[in-house]
């Protein structure tokens, strides 16, 4: 059981490219999301999903794209990389997004870089 | 709406000292709380959660959290600091519309 992994681990990128960061989980859950953590700012909701095919916004939507195809995977998709969006991603799951009490599993976080 | 407010960024104990992190909380709703430790280089796990079935909350490593609704707060707690508790301390509230608001984070040292 590998819980909530991520590829890559660390990423370049320069100003205007787009790129994909991986997020899949083994656990069967319904619920997952991804987060921004900056120095300060602790970790802000960019989109969520509450099953496949159903994705949602969070709290720092503009400039990523999620798309929810099976239940183990959840992408994030840069689509024009700024450096206002260098910072560390996690992804994390919960067994259901109905249960405001659920645990939420995070991955090792992916660290993005913007030149 | 619902919010969480950490009090002090970085904290520092000496070790075997009492630890004590503050959370606030802000909620139109009745609050499901919870806080999750993040170890250098690492994600986040679960310390400890209140779901309204107890107000003083126990959870992994010897951390309890105690629900106090008048002071709208959540503060953790831990007895005996030891060197393996260094690290950054979350406090979260979850929301009607399947979303969780994090703090700011405090960071823990222990000092030998």
């Known amino acids: 059981n590998a819980g909530v992994t991520q590829t890559p681990k660390f990423q370049v990128l320069k100003t205007g490219q787009s790129m994909t960061l991986q997020c899949a989980q083994d656990?069967?859950?319904?619920?997952m999301s991804w987060y921004r953590q900056d120095p300060g700012m602790g970790l802000r909701l960019i989109h969520y999903?509450?099953?496949?095919?159903?994705?949602d916004q969070g709290e720092v939507p503009n400039g990523y794209n999620v798309s929810r195809s099976t239940t183990e995977d959840f992408p994030l998709r840069l689509l024009s990389a700024a450096p206002s969006q260098t910072s560390v991603y996690f992804c994390?799951?919960?067994?259901?997004?109905?249960?405001?009490?659920?645990?939420?599993?995070f991955g090792p976080g992916t660290r993005l870089t913007v030149l | 709406a619902q919010s969480v407010t950490q009090l002090g960024s970085h904290v520092s104990v000496s070790e075997g000292a009492l630890v004590l992190l503050r959370c606030n909380y802000s909620?139109?709703?009745?609050?499901?709380l919870f806080w999750y430790v993040q170890y250098p280089n690492q994600g986040l796990q679960l310390l400890l959660k209140?779901?309204?079935?107890?107000?003083l909350v126990k959870g992994i490593n010897g951390f309890e959290a105690e629900f106090k609704k008048s002071e709208t707060s959540f503060h953790l707690t831990k007895p005996s600091a030891h060197m393996s508790d260094a690290a950054e301390y979350f406090c979260?509230?979850?929301?009607?519309?399947?979303?969780?608001?994090f703090g700011t984070g405090t960071s823990l040292t222990v000092i030998p």
């Open positions: 994390a799951s919960s067994y259901s997004g109905a249960v405001r009490t659920d645990t939420q599993y």
């Open positions: 656990m069967n859950h319904e619920y």
């Open positions: 999903s509450v099953g496949a095919g159903i994705t």
């Open positions: 909620s139109s709703v009745p609050p499901y």
């Open positions: 209140y779901t309204s079935a107890a107000t």
């Open positions: 979260a509230v979850s929301s009607t519309g399947n979303q969780f608001y």
